[in-house]
């Protein structure tokens, strides 16, 4: 399976209306190594998940909060 970053994805861009993530449980490392300048570019995120929501948030908004 060929995969990518979304760091990778928007450097060709300077802002990204919407996100949308249906991970299957990778939120937690994709959220995290999106870098602080990158998350400057995006707008908004949709994510689908099924366990450990306040974690995910959490997680969420400590790495949007460092951008």
Not at 19 to 48: H, L, R
Request: some cysteine; overall charge negative; proline content about 3%.
């Amino acid at each position: 399976v060929q995969t990518t970053t979304i760091d990778r994805i928007l450097d060709k861009f300077t802002f990204c209306d919407l996100i949308k993530m249906d991970c299957e449980g990778a939120e937690f490392k994709i959220i995290e190594s999106v870098p602080p300048d990158t998350f400057k570019k995006i707008g908004a995120f949709y994510i689908e998940y099924h366990e450990y929501a306040e974690a995910i948030l959490q997680n969420i908004w400590t790495c949007t909060r460092l951008a």
